[in-house]
Structures are given as C-alpha cells and as structure tokens.
C-alpha cells in the first residue's frame, strides 16, 4: 500500500515571497508523483506530474517539483507567490503503471498582501 | 474545451431518501473515479471503472452506495438510503487510461442530507 504526507495543513505566505509545500510519500514498488491544486469551489487540476525522466518538473505558471527518491519526497516550490496562488494544493502518489491515485490530506496556501 | 461535467452541483436531501449523481466523462476517456471529500477524511477514492467496468470500488460503502456506467457517457453514483454522514463533495474525474496518468476532475456535487 501507498500514503502520502503532507505536513503542513496551511501555509500562509506573503506575495512575492518564495514558498515550499512538502510532501513525502510511501511505496514499496516504483511510483508516479502529481500535485493538484483546487480552487474554492472548484474541482482538482493538475499542477505538475513527475513519470520518468528529469526528476525536476515545471508547471506553466512558475511552480515546480523536484522528485527525490533517496528522501521520498516530491516538494512543491515556487520562488515568487502572488495573490492567485491562493488554492488548496494535494501530493498524490500512483503505482507504476496506475491510474488509481492516493491523495495527502492538502495544505492551504495562503497569500497575504 | 473538453471538460467533466457533473450534475446536480447542488444537492440537498432528507434523510432517507435516494440521490442519484451523474457524471460525462470526457469524450475518449475510459477510466472514471468517483470521490468523496470531506473536512475531516479529505478526499476519497469510492470507486473507478474502465471500459465502464468497475475496477476496484473497495472505498464504497456496499450496503447503501452504488455506481455504474450505464454507457461510455454516462457514470452514475446513488445513495439509497442517505444519511447526514454522507455529507460532502463528490467529485467525478476520467483518464485516458494506459496513455496518459493524468486525472480530469469535474465541478463536483455538494450533498447535504439533513
């Protein structure tokens, strides 16, 4: 079985400040990493996903993840937040190969002017 | 701008009485989750269907919940009979499954039960 940790529940950050979501996560076989963000009242969106490959990744609005299989951890960080960022943003982990997603618990992002 | 549509967005019932959620998933997309997300459980996995074929539904209460696919563009979940306790957000997504990981996440259904 999979989990996934995220240990902050709210991050509250002010804007143009960098910030850092953490999350590590559990598996015994090899794993596929996303994190969603979800905006009030709305349903999930990707943000980032790590497959293979270059074990950094990039969203297209400035977000980025580094996968790190030696710590089993898959932070998100952003170097300068603005007000827009505000959103609940979930880690989720898959096995290899599947679909089926394990969420952590979210961490609110908070922006303050 | 393919999308998940989900109906109702909003949902409120008695105790007792059955709700039924629907789900499109997108054109093309054989694989559909259903969710549940609640303050104090987050979010759940219920059940995932490919080629309208349930897959796992292990995370479902068996004894009052139920989902089906009757056709491709179509999911459905009912509760009979709800309770307060299944109070929250329910959230449809689908995939390309085996092409791509990557979930799609409808608006959501808010149930209350009262």
């Known amino acids: 079985a999979q989990s996934v940790t995220q240990l902050d529940s709210q991050v509250p950050v002010f804007e143009e400040a960098p910030v850092e979501l953490r999350c590590n996560y559990s598996?015994?076989?090899?794993?596929?990493l996303f994190w969603y963000v979800q905006y009030p009242n709305q349903g999930l969106q990707l943000l980032l996903k790590?497959?293979?490959?270059?074990?950094l990744v990039e969203s297209i609005n400035g977000f980025e993840a580094e996968f790190n299989k030696s710590q089993t951890s898959f932070h998100l960080r952003k170097p300068s937040v603005h007000i827009s960022d505000t959103a609940e943003y979930f880690c989720?982990?898959?096995?290899?190969?599947?679909?089926?997603?394990?969420f952590g618990t979210g961490t609110r992002l908070t922006i303050i002017p | 701008d393919a999308r998940v549509t989900q109906t109702p967005r909003h949902k409120v019932t008695e105790m007792g009485q059955e709700v039924t959620m629907r789900c499109q998933p997108i054109?093309?997309?054989?694989?559909v989750f259903w969710y549940r997300q609640t303050m104090m459980q987050g979010l759940e996995l219920l059940a995932y269907?490919?080629?309208?074929?349930?897959?796992?539904d292990s995370g479902m209460p068996k004894d009052r919940f139920s989902a089906e696919m009757p056709d491709a563009t179509l999911a459905t979940l009912k509760i009979q009979p709800s309770e307060p306790r299944d109070s929250a957000v329910y959230f449809c997504?689908?995939?390309?499954?085996?092409?791509?990981?990557?979930?799609?996440f409808g608006p959501g259904t808010r149930l209350t039960v009262t």
């Open positions: 269907f490919r080629n309208r074929a349930p897959l796992d």
């Open positions: 598996s015994s076989v090899s794993v596929y």
């Open positions: 054109l093309g997309h054989n694989t």
């Open positions: 997504a689908s995939a390309r499954g085996g092409v791509e990981y990557e979930q799609y």
């Open positions: 790590y497959l293979s490959g270059s074990t």
């Open positions: 989720a982990v898959s096995n290899f190969g599947n679909e089926k997603l394990t």
